[in-house]
Each structure stands twice: as structure tokens, then as C-alpha cells.
């Protein structure tokens, strides 16, 4: 993949949530410029900002300091250049597939009848054509993500945001999604920002996967992954693969030790006082 | 079972024509019981057979006064009479007027206000516990006083009925809009949806099945307020000729005032069932397997 233009960046992001008189700072000093086209992953041990982290990119929640900008432009509330996909598919149940699809385009007041050449389109895409009509309790849990998918595309966002969205997909269901997220990726060449708990889905999709300290999270290391593209599932095998997967794991487990370290520290000072 | 099954040689297919044809026979009349039992139709029918063959039964045989029981002959017989007279449509006109306006004042009260408890959690919780406490009582007792307060007439019952109506409405509606799921509000926002919007596209259409089905909870109620607040005191309605009826020993005109309240009782839930699956089908299909 060709390196583009900065899509995306972020400075110094910070985000404290406060809770009556006790502060919790979630996520410290992030900065971060994402290139157009660029498909990376944030892993880090669980609780340790990366979900608080793709909303502070979407603007649904404002950081405490910092910036965000996309295309060089402040960013100030959610819109039309990002798009989120939820690890809950949020479809409207009362909204058929087509209908579920058309719902970004309505609420941004877009014309009808180009949103419908658009979401009919889309939904081949991701591989649900003569499903128009159906409604979500109908699908799969598969099926639905590619509806959540396919409503994230519609409203033409050039950023993707992702927060875990095949986590609830059993293991083949899964696979199959990564490949066709990949595909559908490079069809429709977005920038994808992916939170993710499985590092080999990381590394499988990713040019870069970003590892997270524990809370406060804060950027640890970055990784390249410089397998060849197209990737095929083969590449899962490969030695270079384990290797990748290997070192992002051993990051994020000495991480998660030298925060059970610290906590027994403090639980040893705290019955040490008493 | 076991003769049948020895009986077949394992290499057939099941259901080939040949294994049709090997039916036991006498299954003519096993086809028809299976048959009533599965069309939920049927059985009503039967059902209904049963029903009518046991009450005149106890008519003729069993409590066989006059006064105390009717056959369903002197009960259609009365009706006819009513009707010719032109008795029997003015107490089904004025019963319907009182629970029409009683439940339509209903709807409009008990949404508006589910509504505003929705938008504000400071009016909320001002009024939950009056509201919970008001819903606990049974409103019916209240009835002697609003004659008292709005005589006799009409007016008195439609208070009435609406109270008895409005709660489950109210409750119902703010529950609806309050208990959407919050995934579908971030996936709005992520949208970029106003306040407004989310209020018109997620919340309205998320709320719609629960205030349908409040409507049905208190559809019945509503029924009941007309009845019981026309026994209180009143000049007409269905109530009133089952009350005096009941004074004149016209024990087959006081069965017809029961007959065709149960009927609107029926007609009216089923038809709110209907519309709950009409407006929330996806709510019945998730559950039915």
C-alpha cells in the first residue's frame, strides 16, 4: 500500500473521566498521525483506554485535552468523514436491511434516491444482495455485522472506526469477516482504525498494530507489519506471522504484569499500614 | 409403534407413497382430531359447542328457576325485544360514549404525560411515587365520590374510566422511551443525529410496541371502570340495565348487558393484539421458536 497523505492525527489526546469528587484518567498523552489508506489496530490489556480512544477520534465523547483532526481540520462533533461499527451491531429492528443500511444517509438529510443506488450497492458489497427486505432478527450473527458494516460505508466516511466488531462472531464466522473486511477494504480504500482484542486478527489485517499500556493508556510501541499484500490465510502460518504475534504478545503481557505488580505493591502497603 | 417399525424394511425412504398406503386403518377419524387440534379455529368452535350444550343443561336441569339462570334461547329472545324497543342500542350508545371518551381521554394523558416524564428525570421523580401509589389503588373505590363530584351523567364515568385506563399507558409509555438501548443512541450519534432525530427515528419507534401493549393492559381496565362506575348510580348504559334487571328479576336482560360487555371485552384486546403485531413484529417472531 502506497503511504498517503495524513488522514487522520491526534495530539497529546487526554481523557479523565470524573466520577462525583474522584477523577479516573483513562488515557494520557496519545499522538498519533494515521496515513490515508492505512489499516491499523490498537491492542492493549483490557480497560486501558483503546474503546475510549476510537470515541475520542469519533467525537462522541470530547477529551479532556488535546486535539483531534482529520484532513488537517479540527475535528468538533461526529459527522460524515468518520464512521463508527460498533462491536454491538446497533441495527434498528424495526428497520428492514435496506432500511437499516439508509439510516446514516437520512439522519446527514442526503437525497433519497442516490442514497438508494448507494446502500443497494453496499450491501453487495458485503455480500447481502436479496436480503433488502429482511428484517435483523432474521440474520445471523455474521450477517448482522455485515449490515453494521455496510451502514458504516453508506454515508461515505473516508475513516473507519472499529471497536472490536467481530468479537461477538464465533471463530470460522470471524475468519471469514477478516478476509472480507480486508477485501472490502481494499475496494473501497478506507483508512480503518480497528480496536481489537485478538492480536492475530491485528496482525493479519493491519500495516501497523499500536500496543496500549495499561491504564492510563498511553502509545507503548508500535509495530509494522510488513507481510505482503494481498494476504491470503495462509500468511497465518507463516514463521513471520507467530514472530509478529509473539512480540505484540509479549508487550502486552509485560504491561499487564507490571500492573498486577503494582497493585500488589500497593495492596501490600495498604495492609502494611494497617 | 414397535410392530410398525419392525414391520418396514430399513432400506425405504419415510414418507414414500408405499408407506402412506401402509396407514393403520380407521385413520379417517384420527385425521379429523388431528386436524380439530391443530386448526386453533376448530377448537374454539368445539369449544364453544361445549360451552353452549352445558349451559343450557344447567338451565334446564340443574338450575332450572327462571330467575336465577336463562337459557341462551330466552337470553336471544330478551335481546330481540330490547333492540325492538329501541332500549338496547341507547345503553350500548351511552356505555360506548362513556369508555370512548374515558379511554381516548386515556391515551392522549397517559402518552403526553409518559412523554414529559421521559424527556425530565426531575419531573420523574416528583410524580413517580403519587403515580406508583395511584396505580396501586384500585381507582374503582374513588367512583361514589366523582358521582358525587359530576353526577350522574356522563361525565362522572368518563372520569372514571380514565383513571382506571391511564396508568398502565403512563407507565408503559415512559418505560418504552426510557429503556432504549444505549448502542442505538451511540450508533445515531456516531451518525451525527441531533437530539431531535433521536428522539423520531430511535426512540418513538423503540417506545411504539411497549405503548401498544400498554393500551392492551388497559383496555380491559377501561371496560371494567364502565360497568362498575354505571352500577355506582346512572341513568343508562349496559351497567345500569344489568343493575336494574337484576332489581326486576329480568334475569335474561341482565345476561344480555354480561354477553355483549364480554364481547367487547374480546373484540377490543384482540384487536390491540393485533395491532402489537402489527407494530412489533419483529418482538413475536424473536420469541416464537
Known amino acids: 500500500m502506497t503511504p498517503g497523505q495524513i488522514k487522520l492525527s491526534t495530539r497529546n489526546l487526554c481523557k479523565e473521566f470524573r466520577k462525583g469528587s474522584a477523577t479516573m484518567e483513562v488515557l494520557r498523552g496519545v499522538t498519533l498521525d494515521v496515513r490515508d489508506g492505512e489499516f491499523i489496530s490498537v491492542v492493549g490489556a483490557s480497560g486501558c483506554g483503546k474503546t475510549t480512544f476510537l470515541r475520542l477520534l469519533d467525537g462522541l465523547i470530547t477529551p479532556t485535552s488535546g486535539t483531534v483532526s482529520i484532513d488537517g481540520k479540527l475535528l468538533k462533533k461526529p459527522g460524515e468523514k468518520l464512521a463508527f461499527v460498533f462491536q454491538q451491531d446497533g441495527l434498528l429492528p424495526w428497520r428492514t436491511v435496506l432500511d437499516n443500511t439508509l439510516f446514516g444517509p437520512e439522519i446527514q438529510h442526503r437525497k433519497k434516491a442516490e442514497s438508494l443506488d448507494v446502500a443497494r450497492n453496499l450491501l453487495k458489497l458485503v455480500g447481502l444482495s436479496g436480503f433488502d427486505a429482511h428484517y435483523p432478527h432474521e440474520l445471523s450473527g455474521g450477517m448482522r455485522q455485515r449490515v453494521n458494516l455496510a451502514r458504516a460505508l453508506a454515508v461515505g466516511a473516508d475513516v473507519l472506526l472499529m471497536d472490536e466488531p467481530f468479537a461477538a462472531l464465533d471463530a470460522q464466522t470471524r475468519t471469514i469477516m477478516q478476509d472480507e473486511l480486508m477485501r472490502i477494504c481494499r475496494e473501497t480504500r478506507k483508512t480503518v482504525l480497528l480496536v481489537t482484542h485478538q492480536i492475530d486478527e491485528a496482525v493479519y489485517l493491519s500495516d501497523r498494530v499500536l500496543v496500549f499500556t495499561t491504564r492510563p493508556g498511553r502509545l507503548k510501541e508500535e509495530v509494522a507489519i510488513n507481510l505482503p499484500r494481498p494476504r491470503e490465510l495462509s500468511v497465518k502460518f507463516s514463521a513471520e506471522f507467530g514472530r509478529l504475534c509473539d512480540r505484540i504478545w509479549r508487550l502486552i503481557e509485560e504491561e499487564v504484569r507490571a500492573s498486577m505488580g503494582r497493585e500488589l505493591q500497593s495492596v501490600a502497603g495498604t495492609s502494611q499500614k494497617n | ?289
Open chain 2, 1 to 289: 409403534m414397535t410392530s410398525n417399525s419392525e414391520a418396514a424394511p430399513a432400506e425405504r425412504p419415510i414418507g414414500s407413497p408405499d408407506s402412506v398406503l401402509r396407514r393403520p386403518a380407521g385413520s379417517g377419524l384420527r385425521r379429523v382430531l388431528v386436524g380439530i387440534s391443530q386448526n386453533g379455529w376448530l377448537q374454539t368452535i368445539v369449544s364453544f359447542l361445549v360451552a353452549a350444550i352445558l349451559w343450557e343443561f344447567s338451565a334446564y336441569y340443574l338450575i332450572a328457576k327462571p330467575i336465577l339462570f336463562s337459557p341462551l334461547g330466552s337470553i336471544a329472545k330478551r335481546a330481540i325485544e330490547l333492540w325492538q324497543e329501541g332500549e338496547l342500542q341507547y345503553h350500548i350508545w351511552v356505555s360506548f360514549i362513556e369508555f370512548a371518551g374515558g379511554f381516548g381521554l386515556a391515551i392522549v394523558i397517559g402518552i403526553g404525560l409518559g412523554v414529559a416524564f421521559a424527556a425530565s428525570r426531575f419531573i420523574r421523580n416528583f410524580f413517580e411515587p403519587w403515580i406508583s401509589m395511584l396505580y396501586a389503588t384500585p381507582i374503582i373505590a374513588l367512583g361514589p365520590l366523582f358521582i358525587l363530584w359530576l353526577g350522574i351523567g356522563v361525565a362522572s364515568k368518563i372520569a372514571i374510566v380514565f383513571l382506571t385506563a391511564v396508568f398502565p399507558i403512563l407507565i408503559n409509555t415512559v418505560v418504552g422511551l426510557t429503556s432504549t438501548e444505549h448502542t442505538l443512541i451511540d450508533v445515531a450519534r456516531s451518525l451525527g443525529a441531533t437530539n431531535m432525530q433521536i428522539y423520531t427515528k430511535i426512540r418513538i419507534p423503540g417506545a411504539t410496541p411497549y405503548v401498544v401493549a400498554g393500551l392492551r393492559l388497559s383496555v380491559a381496565r377501561a371496560l371494567v371502570g364502565v360497568v362498575v362506575a354505571e352500577l355506582f348510580g346512572a341513568r343508562a348504559g349496559l351497567g345500569f340495565l344489568i343493575l336494574t334487571s337484576a332489581q326486576n328479576f329480568d334475569t335474561p336482560a341482565l345476561f344480555v348487558g354480561v354477553i355483549i360487555f364480554a364481547i367487547a371485552g374480546v373484540a377490543s384486546v384482540s384487536l390491540l393484539k393485533w395491532l402489537e403485531q402489527h407494530f412489533a413484529a419483529y418482538r413475536f417472531q424473536e420469541h416464537s421458536e
